[in-house]
């Protein structure tokens, strides 16, 4: 199967539900369900992991130690309605939301880590459906530029509020004294 496309645009003209989802086989891919289509990509790159992580860090260090929320990176389950199902790669979940089948609705922030693979989908088809399924915050993050990109969720979409790009620090003005330094990042 090629990475980033859906089972409906190769054919497959069937509509996914969350248990589908649960019979999808355990394999290097990461399966995910945007309104019913099933997304596929394949397993990220060391350069994308390390971000990952050190972003992970930067966030635990801030929403854990705040007790505003607990910081996940994928894979977890994030359950907005029965036929969209994601696995974002870092996500902060109040503990409300979290249950043995993984993250349920819209947490605070969502985290996409782009790749060759997925950053058609992330800018665009997944922000119009996190934004239209109310979640708050959702960021981008592109490796190769070592770039972020911070949105607030307006009426159903998003809003820049927050970027950076290089060794520099991005302030978020939603989260008072979170500073993320994107220099951390890949050093």
């Not at 054919?11 to 019979?23: H, K, N, R, V």
């Not at 394949?42 to 910081?71: D, I, M, N």
């Not at 696995?87 to 969502?110: C, F, M, T, Y």
Request: with cysteine.
């Amino acid at each position: 199967m090629n990475a980033g496309k859906t089972m409906a645009r190769i054919g497959l003209a069937q509509t996914f539900t969350y248990e589908d989802y649960l019979t999808f086989p355990c394999d290097r891919n990461r399966y995910e369900l945007l309104e019913g289509d099933l997304l596929v990509t394949p397993a990220p790159s060391p350069l994308h992991q390390r971000v990952s992580k050190r972003l992970q860090r930067q966030l635990e260090a801030y929403f854990e130690t705040r007790a505003l929320g607990e910081v996940f990176a994928a894979p977890i389950d994030v359950i907005l309605t029965s036929h969209d199902v994601f696995q974002p790669d870092l996500v902060v979940a109040r503990p409300d939301q979290i249950s043995d089948r993984g993250i349920e609705g819209p947490p605070l922030l969502l985290v996409e880590i782009l790749s060759p693979s997925t950053r058609d989908q992330d800018q665009r088809l997944k922000a119009r459906r996190y934004g239209k399924l109310g979640v708050p915050h959702y960021w981008l993050v592109d490796p190769d530029l070592l770039r972020l990109e911070c949105y607030q969720e307006e009426a159903g979409s998003y809003r820049l509020v927050a970027e950076g790009e290089g060794s520099v620090s991005v302030v978020h003005p939603a989260f008072p004294g979170l500073t993320i330094h994107l220099g951390n990042l890949t050093a």
